[in-house]
């Protein structure tokens, strides 16, 4: 049941593919949140950062997604995915801002390319 609801439900998928696409990495959904978690922490692999950076992505990521569930079940909410992924854009930018102590990063400058904000693409 959570896996559905946070991997394989039609909105939480797309939800997925859109972070991937603006992460611009790629994997498969595979069948449940823990294997999930390890495929995810593994992108990171570049630097401790990237890898930090893209742990708090994937929390802000499953946040959202759990606070659009309820919102759909307890006020009978309609979605939209770009929405929820914007928020999560926003959440991660914030989180990341504050946990992982990198440069000041614009929030414009973090949706445009979050790996440069976590410092993987400066020298």
Not at 102 to 114: G, H, K, M, T
Request: glycine share 4%.
């Amino acid at each position: 049941m959570t896996s559905h609801f946070f991997l394989h439900c039609k909105v939480a998928w797309k939800i997925w593919v859109d972070i991937q696409l603006w992460l611009e990495v790629n994997m498969v959904t595979p069948s449940n949140l823990l294997t999930h978690w390890r495929c995810w922490d593994g992108l990171g692999q570049n630097t401790k950062e990237l890898k930090r950076g893209f742990r708090i992505i994937w929390h802000a990521s499953i946040w959202a997604i759990w606070k659009t569930r309820n919102n759909i079940i307890f006020n009978n909410a309609g979605i939209e995915v770009q929405e929820v992924v914007e928020e999560i854009k926003m959440l991660s930018w914030k989180w990341n801002l504050s946990r992982l102590k990198i440069q000041v990063c614009l929030f414009y400058e973090w949706c445009w390319d979050p790996k440069w904000c976590m410092g993987v693409l400066r020298h």
